[in-house]
C-alpha cells in the first residue's frame, strides 16, 4: 500500500504562485502513474493534472492548461505540481493520487490511492 503526503499549500494572492509536493512511500512509485485533483465544498473532485510513470506523457485540465505543470522525480519518490498565475477559483483541496497502471489518465476511478490533501487559498 503506498502512502502518499502532499505539502506546500497556503494562502497567496491572485497571480502568484505555490508549488505543491507529494512524497511517497514504498519502492513502486516509478512503475504507475500520478495525478493531481481538486475539490471544493460540495462539489466533486476534479481533475487537474496527470503524468505517466516516466514523466514522458502529461494532461491537464483546460481551466489550468498554461499555468499549471506536473513533474516527478522518481529518485525521490515525488510528484510535483507547480502552479502559475493563481486565480481565486483555484482555490480548493488539492489531492495527489497515485494510478492504478503506468498510463496517465483524466479520471478519478484511474487511481487507487489518495493522499491527505492540502489547502490552496487565492485570495481577490
Do not use: H
Not at 27 to 35: E, I
Amino acid at each position: 500500500q503506498v502512502q502518499l503526503v502532499e505539502s506546500g499549500g497556503g494562502l497567496v494572492q491572485a497571480g502568484g504562485s505555490l508549488r505543491l509536493s507529494c512524497a511517497a512511500s514504498g519502492r513502486t512509485f516509478s512503475s504507475y502513474a500520478m495525478g493531481w485533483f481538486r475539490q471544493v465544498p460540495g462539489k466533486e473532485r476534479e481533475f487537474v493534472g496527470s503524468t505517466s510513470w516516466t514523466g514522458s506523457i502529461t494532461y491537464y485540465a483546460d481551466s489550468v492548461k498554461g499555468r499549471f505543470t506536473i513533474s516527478r522525480d522518481n529518485a525521490k519518490n515525488t510528484v510535483y505540481l507547480q502552479m502559475n498565475s493563481l486565480k481565486p477559483e483555484d482555490t480548493a483541496v488539492y489531492y495527489c493520487a497515485k494510478g492504478k497502471i503506468r498510463l496517465a489518465s483524466t479520471t478519478t476511478s484511474a487511481f487507487d490511492s489518495w493522499g491527505q490533501g492540502t489547502q490552496v487559498t487565492v485570495s481577490s
